[in-house]
């Protein structure tokens, strides 16, 4: 067990009328003028949007809206927001979407109070010294940036898609109502299922025995496997989506993290194809896991028995059997709830020999870092696994 030290500070307002405090919430933290961000059309054909302006509006407080943010969010929507925010005068920033709107969001809070390029930071060029404060109305459950300290933005040009870390940019608050989420696709909803049991995933598969992280990660793998099937038979089910809801931020506020490092190759890989393929992250990661766990299991294959047993409900004796059947079952389980278990799978066709050569030399940064710690990747590896993933 490593030593930690634990910060989530973030507000959690869970319910079906959560959005009732919105502006007594923003006020609490001192925003006096709000920029609201949002994505494409879901949040207006919801009327979700509508609702909290009206919110705003009876509460008399100032608002500006921006919306435009695409799955994957791009570095030029933030910058926008920053010259806004600027002009406008804005001292809040309420995300209202997933994790692209918040990260997004992550980003324009960053930038406003800097007087550099806010890309310095996602770079490793400089580290945040303040931050506007924001809050996020969460639609989708799945990435878990409302209680994360991450944001993860896509440089226009080079398709660069880099993350930075900041305790500065947590969300002060997050409204949280299952049934803002009963309108997402099958599709989204599985991609979301994917990335909070990943989340959980990437911080199980350490070398350290953590007794009660670990046994906090395996209830949740538990729950969401268990879940996750359910909701997407029931997309009305209040329950079931509350269930995944609240599974996607305690995946991602770093409570299953506690006593480990984590590994995060696989979240590193993905990145380099949301950024080359626009695809949706929870997709990437299902497009890849199997491979990455078959490569790297003989670093502790003790590991993967157990999370096949205590999760998969595998009974196999021999760790190495168990192992191997564990990474099938989760391949079964991304088949059944229509997730890709390949790259083909994923964006319709074989990736070509060059665009597996470049996103790992992205993903390794030109061959100048490694990937993972349960398994450390060089450029080698991280290519392995990518062919490896297109078959
Ligand atoms: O744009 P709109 O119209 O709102 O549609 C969105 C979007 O197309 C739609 N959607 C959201 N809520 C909906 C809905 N559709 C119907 N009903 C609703 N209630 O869903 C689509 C996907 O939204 P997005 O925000 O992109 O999804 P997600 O939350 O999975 O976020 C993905 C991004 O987060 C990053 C990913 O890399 C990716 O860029 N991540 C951020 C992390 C963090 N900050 O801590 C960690 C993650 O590992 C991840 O890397
Ligand atoms: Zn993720």
Redo the contacts with the bound molecule.
């Keep these: 067990m490593k030593d930690f030290n634990y910060y989530a500070p973030t507000q959690v307002v869970f319910g079906a009328d959560a959005e009732e405090q919105i502006p007594q919430l923003i006020k609490s933290f001192g925003g006096t003028k709000v920029l609201i961000h949002y994505?494409?059309?879901?949040?207006e054909r919801?009327g979700l949007l509508q609702e909290i302006e009206q919110r705003l509006k009876d509460a008399a407080i100032p608002y500006v809206k921006l919306g435009g943010v695409v799955?994957?969010?791009r570095l030029s929507k933030a910058q926008e927001g920053i010259d806004l925010c600027r002009k406008e005068g804005v001292d809040f920033i309420l995300a209202v979407?997933?994790?692209?709107?918040?990260?997004s969001s992550k980003c324009m809070a960053l930038g406003v109070p800097y007087s550099g390029d806010v890309w310095d930071f996602y770079a490793g060029k400089a580290q945040a010294s303040a931050c506007l404060p924001l809050a996020a109305v969460l639609?989708?459950p799945?990435?878990?940036?409302e209680m994360?300290g991450?944001?993860?933005i896509t440089k226009d040009e080079g398709e660069l898609k880099w993350s930075y870390d900041d305790n500065l940019c947590r969300c002060k608050f997050a409204i949280m109502n299952p049934k803002?989420?009963y309108?997402?696709?099958a599709y989204?909803t599985a991609?979301?299922v994917t990335?909070i049991m990943m989340?959980t995933m990437e911080r199980y598969f350490s070398h350290e025995e953590m007794g009660v992280t670990d046994a906090l990660a395996i209830a949740l793998l538990k729950a969401v496997r268990q879940y996750g099937p359910m909701v997407l038979d029931n997309p009305e089910d209040y329950y079931l989506r509350s269930q995944i809801m609240w599974a996607g931020s305690l995946a991602?506020n770093d409570l299953t993290g506690c006593g480990t490092i984590g590994d995060w190759a696989t979240?590193n890989m993905e990145?380099e194809l949301?950024a080359l393929y626009g695809v949706?992250?929870?997709a990437g990661l299902a497009s890849l896991w199997c491979h990455w766990a078959n490569y790297v299991m003989d670093a502790k294959v003790a590991r993967f028995a157990r999370f096949a047993r205590e999760v998969m409900d595998v009974d196999a004796i021999d760790d190495e059997v168990a192992a191997r059947e564990g990474v099938n079952r989760m391949r079964a389980f991304y088949h059944s709830i229509g997730m890709p278990a390949s790259i083909p799978a994923l964006i319709g066709r074989k990736a070509t020999e060059e665009e597996l050569l470049l996103m790992a030399e992205k993903c390794s940064r030109g061959k100048t870092i490694t990937n993972g710690n349960f398994k450390q990747l060089a450029y080698e590896d991280v290519l392995s696994i990518y062919r490896a993933a297109n078959e």
């Design positions: 994505g494409g059309k879901s949040a919801s799955p994957n969010p979407g997933g994790g692209s709107v918040i990260d639609t989708i799945a990435a878990g940036s994360s991450g944001s993860v803002r989420t309108t997402l696709p989204q991609c979301g990335d989340h991602h979240h990145h949301s949706a992250h929870g």
